[in-house]
């Protein structure tokens, strides 16, 4: 077999060499000519420093060089882009996304939701066990200059999370299935509410926040006691098999309801509690009425006919015209004054019906929400639950106190109603532990009762407890029924 020449020296290809040879030699040398006749010119009258930090740089500088090695140079540089601002978020984003995985398979592995493990990830990643443990090691992957920029980037994964939460409410479901479910779901949200706000008066005292009004606080305890984590629960009960039955569609249509009103509820006291007077907050729940009316009655039917139009045009730009109309609604239900998330999950309630669009638009999003940036406000819940607050026996019992509390307002309120339209016991306590389960959601509405200044530090302590004890019971108690139930 012939073998051809790598390199083609005919006529044209030599003239060809020739000219690239000339061109860089001309450059190259018009190049030395502008640094060596730059290198003659003065340097600028005005200093960009001030002498003192002019000689002291140089100095060091001086000192450094007579000094340093090739070793330390190499090391000086490393540490210094190290410990820049991309570095240390990039080495956050890597260690919390792989401490979030290992936790997930473990918890997949002893019949947990993989999201609770990732939630157990965040607290560990915290300084209610690394910073207790080893405090360098926290100072050196979480610095404190870091959190703001760690935590606008999971309000990101949250904002995704929320379009998916909305779009998984199906409104014709729940048009059809809720007349079956009304006392349930009722009962699961004015029972615990009611027992939260009732608790209110006892911790309001020494836990709540020195400028909190007792109105929202207390407002905002009935909120989180009345939360069901509605995506958490639907896919328990799809591994479960219980999807399709007479009992998870009642789950499904209590959690779903449960979502609407806690969030209806939330922006409410979410602007009673940013509010100055009774006018503002009377202005921003009025405005917020104006935007869900909107959303509903003249967004979801035109952004059908857009979608629509958008696929018949292959739909190249349809994923980031969904996101931009996303981050707008985020945006206005901020601007507006109570937070982005609600208008995030607006935006999902509003997406077209058509299942093959919903199923591409979540698998699209929530795959890389999940996998990425969901792991990163678990670990900003984390670092900001300090366990070692609880450091007496009276604010342990107070936090098992806040468990009892939330149980028996929704396992033992949705059970009771269940019991009291005729379901069977079994099915009635089936109902009351699913609705017990509060995950990623509760998680949310935490940081944002923080964030408002609603919640101390101790009490959020306390109530991302409980978050994790029901979300963590609800497995376990489905095992034992099943198991009863095949016996």
């Known amino acids: 077999m012939e073998r051809r020449p790598l390199v083609n020296f005919s006529p044209s290809n030599a003239r060809n060499y020739l000219y690239y ?4 030699a001309v450059f190259g040398v018009g190049i030395w000519f502008i640094l060596a006749s730059g290198s003659r010119l003065n340097p600028p009258r005005t200093p960009v420093s001030s002498p003192n930090q002019t000689v002291s740089v140089t100095t060091s500088s001086t000192t450094e060089t007579e000094s340093a090695t090739p070793q330390t140079y190499l090391s000086r540089i490393f540490k210094e882009n190290f410990r820049s601002p991309l570095s240390i978020l990039l080495l956050q984003i890597i260690v919390i996304i792989l401490v979030a995985k290992l936790f997930a398979e473990l918890f997949r592995k002893i019949g947990q939701p993989p999201v609770m493990g990732e939630m157990i990830a965040g607290i560990v990643l915290g300084p209610s066990v690394v910073g207790l ?10 610095p404190p200059s870091s959190m703001a920029t760690l935590g606008l980037l999971s309000q990101i994964g949250v904002v995704l999370f929320m379009l998916v939460v909305g779009m998984e409410l199906d409104i014709q479901h729940l048009r059809e299935k809720a007349s079956a479910a009304i006392m349930v779901s009722h009962a699961s949200i004015v029972v615990p509410f009611f027992l939260g706000t009732s608790l209110s008066l006892t911790l309001y005292p020494f836990l709540a926040p020195a400028n909190t009004s007792f109105i929202a606080f207390a407002l905002f305890m009935g909120i989180a006691m009345s ?6 629960l639907a896919r328990i009960l799809e591994d479960r098999g219980l999807s399709q039955t007479r009992l998870g569609s009642i789950a499904l249509v209590c959690a779903a309801v449960d979502d609407v009103t806690a969030w209806c509820l939330l922006a409410i006291v979410i602007a009673i509690a940013k509010s100055n007077g009774l006018g503002t907050s009377i202005a921003t729940i009025v405005l917020v009425i104006l935007f869900v009316s909107v959303m509903l009655f003249l967004v979801k039917p035109r952004i059908e006919n857009l979608i629509r139009v958008e696929k018949e045009r292959h739909g190249k730009g349809l994923l980031a015209g969904i996101l931009a109309f996303v981050l707008a609604c985020a945006l206005i239900t901020e601007s507006i004054g109570i937070h982005a998330l609600f208008g995030a999950f607006l935006a999902g309630v509003v997406m077209p019906s058509d299942a093959g669009f919903r199923f591409y638009l979540k698998e699209k999003l929530e795959s890389f929400s ?13 670092l900001r639950t300090e366990i070692g607050l609880l450091n007496d026996w009276t604010s342990w019992l107070t936090c098992f106190g806040i468990i009892i509390v939330a149980v028996a307002g929704k396992l033992g309120g949705s059970m009771l109603v269940a019991r009291w339209t005729n379901m069977s016991w079994r099915d009635s306590f089936s109902i009351g532990v699913l609705m017990n389960t509060r995950g990623l959601v509760e998680l949310v509405v935490l940081n944002i009762g923080y964030d408002l200044g609603i919640l101390s530090g101790r009490i959020f302590a306390m109530m991302v407890i409980m978050a994790l004890f029901t979300t963590f019971m609800t497995a376990p108690l489905l095992s034992l029924l099943q198991l009863k139930r095949t016996t």
């Open 21 to 24: 040879v000339v061109l860089l």
């Open 133 to 142: 443990l080893s405090p360098q090691t926290m100072a050196f992957l979480f």
């Open 227 to 232: 939360i069901t984590a509605f995506p958490v």
């Open 370 to 382: 999940s996998a990425a940036l969901l792991p990163l406000f678990f670990a900003f819940t984390g």
